[in-house]
């Protein structure tokens, strides 16, 4: 849908268009993913390698690159030390964590949007030390503005900039030049969730945590809290998304997990008293890049993700680096203390590109990868349904049925799933099973025009005109632009005429 069947990166001027639509416009159903800028990206991918997957993904790695060569300059802003700076670079580069968004094109979008607030970052902090030309908050104000057109997540990128004044304790009361810069950025983003609670809401549907109360949701935070530390800093069982399983909120996995948020305030508390500025600064950022994807603000569709951690993991990482030299500092023999911290560097960096590795060849094989999946989450059928289409696509219709089912097992109200299989039907000419399997899609989800123009189509198949015709009809009345509707309908007109 995002590139293999996607007309809209095939030529720049359909720029205007791409900025008015879900960038899963042919989808099903709207996904609610409004992100041109990933999608003016392919337009230049496409430009170069056609619909190659392979060049996409070189593409991915190379935006990842400059990534971390903007990290890289933007530590050595911050500390005006290379060494430290290199070192958070480096391991951010081969972090295992972030195979999924540099191995997927998908992952497009956090990879343009990190690479955007960076930049943002970057030019707003050169002005905040001392650089007072106004042309800096400018191209901050754009790229900022670019970030969140990537993924709405980049929404958020200011408040890095507001943790960084606060731990810092700058003044800036009197610049008027910052004053309206952050005026503008605060009136750029609001702008754009109002575009998107109205001319730009796509009905994106809420996340699956929707149904847990604000307060339980709230008493997960330490749990999740704890997932990313540890997504972070022992990156050995990771995976594309978690799925939530307990019998009760004082299971031992949420009571232990409690330790997390007790060690961070610590820390917090540490850097504040000692007045350690850039420990504080760090610890905020992980924090600020975290409550965004804790499902706390927001229900989201999965209770944590790995990759989530694309952009707080380098507020985690800047904090390990100094808080391990100030370890240091306070040792006797600081000559080998000196020589282990580069050996200890050097050991995590080849250790972390050795689980890269190993989780690049996992994610190189769609099998592999979902299989992988099943076993971390069995409990969801998104990726029985992902194996489902894998087989389907190879020909192997049984194994794809096989797995069809055991996605409906695992989520028998998800419309989805069950049109998956309905299409299946179809396509090994089990036309009795489809209608079935149609008829249910639109039990479950009355509102999607596809699913009323397949269910006429498999009616008309089966020689039952009328009932063809009504669900044509009510295809056309959802959606008016449905093609397919109308000429099935033309096609009955012509043929009672005739």
Same mark, same amino acid.
């Given at each position: 849908?995002?590139?293999?069947?996607?007309?809209?990166i095939?030529?720049?001027?359909?720029?205007?268009?791409?900025?008015?639509?879900?960038?899963?416009?042919?989808?099903?159903k709207?996904?609610?993913?409004?992100?041109?800028?990933?999608?003016?990206?392919y337009?230049?991918?496409?430009?170069?390698?056609?619909?190659?997957?392979?060049?996409?993904?070189?593409?991915?790695?190379?935006?990842?690159?400059?990534?971390?060569?903007?990290?890289?300059?933007?530590?050595?802003?911050?500390?005006?030390?290379?060494?430290?700076?290199?070192?958070?670079?480096?391991?951010?580069?081969?972090?295992?964590?972030?195979?999924p968004?540099?191995?997927?094109?998908?992952?497009?979008?956090?990879? !343009?949007?990190l690479?955007?607030?960076? $930049?943002? $970052?970057?030019?707003?902090?050169?002005?905040?030390?001392?650089? %007072?030309?106004?042309?800096?908050?400018?191209?901050?104000?754009?790229?900022?503005?670019?970030?969140?057109?990537?993924?709405?997540?980049?929404?958020?990128?200011?408040?890095?900039?507001f943790?960084?004044?606060?731990?810092?304790?700058?003044?800036?009361?009197?610049?008027?030049?910052?004053?309206?810069?952050?005026?503008?950025?605060?009136?750029?983003?609001?702008?754009?969730?109002?575009?998107? !609670?109205?001319?730009l809401?796509?009905?994106?549907?809420?996340?699956?945590?929707?149904?847990?109360?604000?307060l339980?949701?709230?008493? $997960?935070?330490?749990?999740?809290?704890?997932?990313?530390?540890?997504?972070?800093?022992?990156?050995?069982?990771?995976?594309?998304?978690? %799925?939530?399983?307990?019998?009760?909120?004082?299971?031992?996995?949420?009571?232990?997990?409690?330790? !997390?948020?007790?060690?961070?305030?610590?820390?917090?508390?540490? !850097?504040?008293? $000692?007045?350690?500025?850039?420990?504080?600064?760090?610890?905020?950022?992980?924090?600020a890049?975290?409550?965004?994807?804790?499902?706390?603000?927001?229900?989201?569709?999965t209770?944590?993700?790995?990759?989530?951690?694309?952009?707080p993991?380098?507020?985690?990482?800047?904090?390990?680096?100094?808080?391990?030299?100030?370890?240091?500092?306070?040792?006797?023999?600081?000559?080998?203390?000196?020589?282990?911290?580069?050996?200890?560097?050097?050991?995590?960096?080849?250790?972390?590109?050795?689980?890269?590795?190993?989780?690049?060849?996992?994610?190189?094989?769609?099998?592999?990868?979902?299989l992988?999946?099943?076993? %971390?989450?069995?409990?969801?059928?998104?990726?029985?349904?992902?194996? #489902?289409?894998?087989?389907?696509?190879?020909?192997?219709?049984?194994?794809?049925?096989?797995?069809?089912?055991?996605?409906?097992?695992?989520?028998?109200?998800?419309?989805?799933?069950?049109?998956?299989?309905?299409?299946?039907?179809?396509?090994?000419?089990?036309?009795?099973?489809?209608?079935?399997?149609?008829?249910?899609?639109?039990?479950?989800?009355?509102?999607?025009?596809?699913?009323?123009?397949?269910?006429?189509?498999?009616? #008309?198949?089966?020689?039952?005109?009328?009932?063809?015709?009504?669900?044509?009809?009510?295809?056309?009345?959802?959606?008016?632009?449905?093609?397919?509707?109308?000429?099935?309908?033309?096609?009955?007109?012509?043929?009672?005429?005739?």
């Open positions: 849908l995002l590139v293999e069947t996607n007309e809209r095939e030529s720049f001027s359909n720029i205007p268009q791409v900025f008015k639509e879900d960038i899963y416009y042919k989808s099903v709207a996904m609610g993913y409004y992100r041109p800028v990933q999608i003016v990206s337009m230049f991918d496409y430009l170069m390698w056609g619909k190659q997957a392979l060049g996409y993904r070189i593409f991915n790695l190379i935006i990842h690159i400059f990534n971390a060569v903007l990290i890289f300059y933007l530590f050595v802003l911050l500390l005006g030390n290379k060494n430290k700076a290199f070192f958070v670079s480096a391991v951010y580069s081969v972090h295992p964590a972030f195979v968004i540099v191995g997927y094109v998908s992952g497009r979008a956090d990879l !343009a949007g690479f955007f607030a960076l $930049l943002s $970052l970057y030019l707003s902090l050169i002005y905040i030390k001392g650089n %007072k030309n106004p042309f800096l908050l400018i191209l901050s104000v754009m790229f900022y503005i670019f970030s969140f057109l990537s993924k709405e997540y980049y929404l958020f990128t200011p408040i890095y900039l943790v960084y004044i606060w731990a810092k304790r700058i003044e800036l009361k009197k610049d008027i030049g910052f004053k309206v810069y952050a005026s503008i950025m605060f009136f750029s983003g609001a702008l754009y969730v109002l575009l998107r !609670a109205t001319v809401n796509f009905h994106q549907e809420m996340g699956s945590l929707t149904s847990l109360p604000f339980t949701r709230l008493y $997960l935070f330490p749990y999740i809290l704890s997932q990313y530390f540890i997504s972070v800093l022992f990156p050995v069982n990771l995976g594309m998304e978690k %799925k939530l399983l307990y019998g009760s909120l004082v299971d031992s996995q949420f009571l232990i997990s409690f330790i !997390a948020p007790i060690l961070f305030i610590a820390a917090l508390y540490r !850097a504040s008293k $000692l007045k350690r500025a850039n420990e504080l600064f760090f610890l905020g950022w992980f924090l890049g975290i409550i965004p994807v804790s499902n706390v603000i927001i229900p989201l569709k209770i944590y993700a790995n990759h989530w951690v694309y952009m993991a380098i507020g985690l990482i800047g904090y390990i680096s100094i808080a391990f030299d100030d370890f240091g500092a306070h040792l006797k023999g600081k000559k080998l203390f000196s020589n282990l911290k580069v050996w200890s560097a050097v050991v995590s960096i080849l250790l972390l590109l050795s689980l890269t590795h190993k989780e690049a060849k996992i994610w190189n094989n769609e099998d592999n990868l979902f992988e999946i099943a076993k %971390k989450s069995p409990e969801s059928g998104r990726n029985y349904f992902n194996l #489902a289409k894998v087989s389907e696509e190879k020909g192997d219709y049984k194994q794809a049925l096989e797995y069809f089912n055991m996605s409906i097992e695992k989520a028998p109200i998800n419309a989805e799933y069950v049109y998956g299989r309905a299409k299946l039907y179809r396509k090994t000419n089990d036309l009795v099973k489809a209608r079935s399997d149609f008829e249910k899609t639109v039990q479950l989800e009355p509102n999607v025009a596809v699913y009323h123009n397949d269910l006429g189509s498999i009616n #008309a198949e089966l020689g039952n005109i009328e009932k063809a015709r009504y669900h044509w009809e009510k295809a056309l009345e959802i959606d008016p632009q449905s093609e397919l509707a109308r000429k099935n309908l033309e096609i009955i007109r012509q043929t009672t005429k005739n």
